[in-house]
């Protein structure tokens, strides 16, 4: 059986059985998903996606179009507490292998799945609930760097896309990417080197036999000394289809470098240093072997003392393509690292050396209501929108005023008139038809009058129900709510290929 | 990627000035770098990329100069001063250097210890050389340019005066000015962007590399050379395949952009891969052989295909061609670099199915002129090159009203007996609008069949206008990309989006039938709104307030990112005290979805819970 492509290049018309899906509540708010379709769930339903925005079991998100507007689900989240206790208990041993990886949702490995599907029971099928809706899309580097199981700080995508774009990445390069962490950069930097699967070159011979010795294949080597890192993400990695893309290995880049058993591996031609000390990992990074001159002004006397290379019988290999100019990109967030890099790099002969840093931000894009239509309502700006209109309002209060002060006096008078009447002993039920007539007449004349607090609020309610909000008001846009002001300065270096002086000898013959 | 400089392609130099200039480099030719100096191509031919070159005047005055490799610790000394200068290299003894570490004038001045930048006097009269002197110094060819300063530095009176610190600064921005120096850099998109924005940055829409990357992340652009041909469930169209749609107004930088992410950029340099020595010698000595096939490659083709009759053939684009008279053979923009050496395939323009990107434009032709740098001359496209079979172009009018495009009209058939009867040129012309006609309905018809996995649009054009009739295009799960340099038409394409825009719109198109049933609308106020508009007025005015369907996307944003560059130097980090301003750049990106059909959204929003009864109740299951 050939692999399945990843979903991440190539997901097809639509969402398949082990395979990751991303369910997209909100912006910013996603859950992936290895699709499943068997029963093995602590549901009835099979395997179900909880949110805050409703139940989504798997079988509503199979075989779907990408795109598609998922309605969510009526699952009895309460009758599961028996099995689910069971399964929390097995997950807890899982988790104890993964370490500080407790979310490996998406990184369970495919046999898991597997094994998973084989289960005969059958999946009951979700009644559509009355509310709640998500979509289904295919991972993208994006998609996932928003839903990946945090194990450590990560590279976003205005930085990475930066960065790969300024290394200047390439399908059919080859790119080292040390430490991998929580493998954002990772998912990043294999779309960009991704020209298609060794297997498929593998597969039909023929054809490719002359393509495949040209053809050099894409690939990520990661490199990750912290155990749990390396294994979840080797899982995730597999999970998502990329393991053949992918190299994940476990180890201390600073003491041990980069090279690898076989020998064209990692020949990189890229490199991306997510590290605490990228200075102490630059001396594995060269052409030829350093001068001690240059090792002693490289190694930081504290640190580095200690793993100096001593003189080694091992013959010097390099784990840079010998073919291609090398581009380099260290990623830290405080100045004094940079500082240090930078040196290093000097010393160790890295050319067009440069530090950025990117500021990215996003617009809030919204309307804005001002006006006094807008009294009592939510979101809008109840002040008068123009002069006119306070002028008009306080006109409006001015002749309430009045008028209220009239029927006070009115009533005053009655009441008056009424004690004076009593006090000369005269019947009351005359005087009470007079005033109900008098009152009665205030009374209209208040009516014509401007409405009454109370009654502008009604109105604004009851006309609300016909305005067109969407496009009322004036569009504004403004900085969203919180940025990320300091991700990390970014430095760059290019390390051209060697160029000796029989070279130049050669080439000097060549074009004279 | 080009490891090296190659013959017939486009380089760039960087001059002392901080200038580029764009060469295409031919062999046995001069390059002028003005007051900088001359020197021969085939100097530079065959030399790795990122080397920084002097010219060393000769003394005879009369042949070019040589040309000396300066090594990278020489570089640095200069940048930091003598007190900073990195330990020279074990490998530095290969690069023909001459052993000068750092400039003379700051090794002499070294030992000058930190002094009051206050006892510098910044004034032009004490330096005594006289801009004459310089330029007669110049002239004698007194070496290169290290000297001249050299020299300067001496005859400045106040060097004593100067710090350690000023001096290097001082070092660094006469360097500017009389060195002889340039560095090899490979014209790619960045070099490209860099260029035009120095020139003409309105050209490419004020687009930077930080931006460029971000549209290629957000539209999702990878190499999908392998990715499968799928059928839509139509059964007709084609869906995915890593096919992106492009509206450019940057004159094909965005398209070379996303290209260079898809891998049919640059054109194939299977010996750089290869590696072996061997390879490349025949690769270069096979060059100008090549260059003589591809002129002959038109007349090639015309015999194919009149022995072959209908066959699936395509000659060089002529109709293209004979548009650009102004352009060159082939032979001379090109670079023709087939694998191998046997008369090559004939594969029909635009005729790949995966991996593609389709220009939609505005004009006949598009215009995309920036390809030109990396081999592509749209106006004589090479066969070879990857953009050939995978860079489509279509118009609007095609796209919309093909049929009133006339090159969508299918040319008389004539029968077998009637060809043999024409004259063989004639024949030919017969064959020749067969298979224009047939290539230009063939990409009209997939275009309009749609199924794209992106759109990217960098216009100055309406932008949703151009929603309006593409994103029904892209499939679902597909990613959107609009570039504008300013954020107002982007804020304005998210409000079309806006979710009260999306919520009066499904009321529009779904709440009249249960307006007979319930009294919902309390909670949906914009009911009546819009009961009133689609009872009074015209399409006209639903435009206005729809101009796009706002529920086929999902999570539309607005978003900007600026690099902000520094200065790394020893005690002098810093960033730099000036750069480009003019246009911020934004982008809008969102995802296109596939809304449930006849149904109002419901949502168990976190906004309380009151608000949740209506809209719910009017879910039909
Ligand atoms: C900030 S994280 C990298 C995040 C990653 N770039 C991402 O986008 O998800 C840094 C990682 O480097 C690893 N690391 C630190 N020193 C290392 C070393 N000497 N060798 C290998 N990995 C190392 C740490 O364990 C940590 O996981």
Redesign the pocket.
């Known amino acids: 059986m050939t692999p399945q492509p990843s979903p991440f290049f190539d997901p097809g018309a639509q969402s398949v059985a082990g395979s990751l899906g991303v369910l997209q509540l909100k912006r910013d708010h996603l859950i992936p998903a290895i699709l499943s379709a068997s029963s093995d769930s602590d549901y009835a339903e099979g395997h179900v996606e909880n949110t805050r925005f409703g139940s989504y079991p798997h079988s509503t998100l199979l075989n779907q179009p990408w795109g598609t507007q998922v309605l969510a689900s009526v699952v009895d989240t309460g009758s599961r507490s028996s099995k689910s206790k069971k399964r929390k208990r097995d997950e807890g041993d899982e988790g104890e292998n993964g370490g500080d990886a407790p979310t490996a949702k998406a990184g369970q490995s495919k046999s898991e799945v597997v094994k998973a599907e084989r289960s005969r029971s059958e999946v009951v099928k979700a009644a559509t609930a009355s509310s709640g809706f998500a979509h289904l899309v295919p991972p993208t580097p994006e998609t996932w760097t928003l839903c990946?199981p945090h194990?450590?700080?990560?590279?976003y995508t205005p930085d990475?896309s930066y960065i790969l774009q300024r290394l200047r990445v390439r399908p059919g390069d080859h790119i080292i990417?040390?430490?991998?962490?929580?493998?954002?950069?990772?998912h990043a930097s294999v779309r960009a080197v991704f020209n298609g699967y060794p297997w498929e070159s593998n597969a039909d011979e023929e054809t490719t036999a002359k393509k495949r010795e040209s053809k050099r294949e894409g690939h990520v080597y990661s490199?990750?000394?912290?155990a749990p890192?390396a294994e979840q993400l080797q899982k995730e990695i597999a999970s998502h289809g990329l393991d053949s893309l992918v190299t994940v290995t476990n180890?201390?880049?600073?003491?041990d470098g980069f090279c690898l058993d076989s020998e064209d591996e990692p020949n990189a031609d890229v490199i991306?240093l997510?590290?605490?000390?990228p200075w102490?990992?630059l001396k594995h990074l060269t052409r030829s072997p350093p001068s001690p001159a240059v090792l002693n002004a490289v190694s930081d006397a504290s640190a580095d003392a200690s793993d100096t290379p001593q003189p080694t019988s091992k013959p010097f290999r390099s784990p840079l393509n010998p073919k291609s100019t090398t581009r380099i990109c260290t990623?830290s967030p405080c100045i004094e690292q940079v500082t240090k890099t930078v040196s290093a790099l000097r010393s160790l002969g890295w050319l067009e050396i440069g530090m950025s840093e990117i500021q990215a931000k996003r617009l809030e894009v919204r309307r804005e209501r001002v006006g006094l239509q807008e009294e009592g309502l939510r979101g809008a700006n109840p002040t008068a929108a123009t002069v006119q209109e306070a002028v008009q309002r306080l006109r409006d209060v001015e002749d309430r005023a009045k008028a209220f002060h009239g029927l006070q006096k009115v009533k005053q008078d009655q009441v008056m008139r009424r004690a004076e009447a009593k006090k000369r002993g005269e019947k009351t039920a005359a005087a009470t038809s007079e005033t109900n007539g008098k009152s009665g007449a205030a009374k209209a004349k208040l009516d014509a009058l401007p409405p009454s607090k109370h009654d502008r609020l009604e109105r604004a309610k009851r006309d609300l129900e016909r305005r067109a909000l969407f496009k009322e008001g004036r569009l504004v846009h403004r900085t969203e709510p919180e940025i990320k002001t300091h991700t990390s300065y970014l430095v760059f270096a290019i390390l051209p290929r060697e160029w000796s002086r029989e070279d130049e000898d050669k080439a000097r013959k060549k074009w004279g | 990627m080009h490891s090296y400089v190659r013959p017939n392609t486009h380089i760039a130099l960087r001059l002392p000035s901080g200038q580029l200039k764009i060469v295409e480099i031919a062999p046995n030719t001069n390059i002028n770098l003005g007051k900088y100096g001359t020197f021969s191509s085939n100097q530079i031919l065959g030399r790795p990329y990122y080397l920084t070159f002097e010219l060393l005047d000769k003394d005879d005055g009369k042949s070019s100069p040589e040309l000396r490799v300066v090594p990278a610790s020489e570089l640095h000394a200069e940048a930091l001063g003598s007190d900073y200068a990195p330990p020279a290299e074990a490998t530095d003894e290969s690069v023909p250097a001459e052993g000068a570490t750092g400039f003379d004038i700051v090794g002499e001045d070294g030992e000058v210890i930190m002094r009051n930048n206050r006892l510098t006097v910044d004034d032009p009269s004490r330096q005594t050389l006289s801009m004459e002197e310089i330029e007669e110094l110049k002239k004698a060819g007194a070496g290169s340019g290290k000297d001249i300063i050299a020299r300067i530095m001496a005859s400045h009176m106040g060097i004593e005066e100067k710090t350690q610190f000023s001096l290097a600064k001082y070092t660094l921005r006469k360097s500017r000015k009389y060195m002889k120096r340039f560095t090899v850099l490979p014209l790619d998109i960045g070099m490209l962007t860099e260029y035009v924005t120095e020139k003409e940055a309105y050209k490419i829409m004020e687009l930077r590399e930080e931006t460029l990357g971000l549209i290629c992340s957000w539209a999702n652009v990878h190499c999908a050379s392998s990715s499968r041909i799928l059928t839509a469930e139509d059964g007709v169209s084609q869906i995915g395949g890593g096919r992106w749609l492009v509206v450019d107004d940057t004159g094909g930088l965005v398209t070379a952009a996303m290209a260079e992410k898809m891998g049919i950029l640059y054109p194939p340099t299977e010996e750089e891969m290869e590696g072996s020595e061997e390879a490349e010698e025949a690769a270069t000595e096979a060059a100008p052989q090549e260059a003589t096939l591809t002129t002959n490659v038109p007349t090639e083709t015309t015999e194919t295909v009149e022995s072959n009759g209908t066959q699936d053939v395509m000659v060089a684009d002529t109709e293209a061609g004979a548009a650009s008279t102004t352009q060159n053979p082939p032979a001379e923009t090109s670079e023709p670099r087939p694998s191998t050496r046997k008369p090559r395939q004939h594969i029909p323009q635009m005729s790949a199915q995966a991996n593609t990107l389709t220009v939609l434009h505005p004009n006949n032709q598009p215009n995309i002129s920036h390809l030109k740098y990396f081999g592509f001359d749209t106006g004589n496209p090479v066969p070879t090159h990857p953009l050939y079979t995978h860079l489509k172009s279509v118009s609007w009018l095609q796209l919309l009203h093909p049929e009133e495009d006339p090159s969508y009209i299918e040319p008389e058939t004539l029968t077998d007996d009637a060809l043999a009867n024409l004259k063989s040129s004639k024949r030919g012309n017969y064959y020749k609008k067969r298979r224009r006609w047939e290539k230009t309905k063939r990409v009209v018809d997939e275009t309009r069949a749609g199924g794209f996995d992106g759109l990217v649009i960098a216009t100055g054009m309406e932008t949703k206008t151009i929603l309006k009739e593409v994103i029904p295009l892209v499939r679902g799960g597909g990613k959107i990309v609009v570039y504008s340099p300013n954020a107002e038409p982007l804020v304005e394409l998210c409000d079309y989006y806006s979710k009260d825009r999306r919520a009066a719109y499904i009321a529009r198109e779904f709440g009249p039938q249960q307006n007979g049933t319930s009294k919902k609308m309390k909670t949906e106020p914009e009911d009546d709104e819009d009961d009133e508009g689609t009872n009074s007025t015209e399409n006209g005015d639903d435009d206005d307030d729809f101009p796009v369907n706002p529920t086929l996307l999902l999570a539309p944003s607005v978003q900007t990112a600026r690099a902000r560059h520094w200065q790394v130097l020893p005690q002098r980090t810093h960033p730099f005290m000036t750069s480009r301003g003019g246009a911020e750049g934004y982008l809008f990106t969102a995802t296109r979805v596939l809304p449930v059909e006849g149904k109002v959204e419901a949502r168990g929003h976190g906004r309380g819970k009151k608000r949740k009864v209506g809209p719910d109740a009017a879910v039909p299951s």
Do not use: C, I, K, W
């Open positions: 990946l194990r450590t700080q990560v590279v990475y990417e040390a430490g991998a962490g929580s493998g954002s950069f990772t490199y990750e000394y912290h890192r180890r201390d880049v600073y003491g991306f997510d590290l605490p000390a102490q990992a990623f």
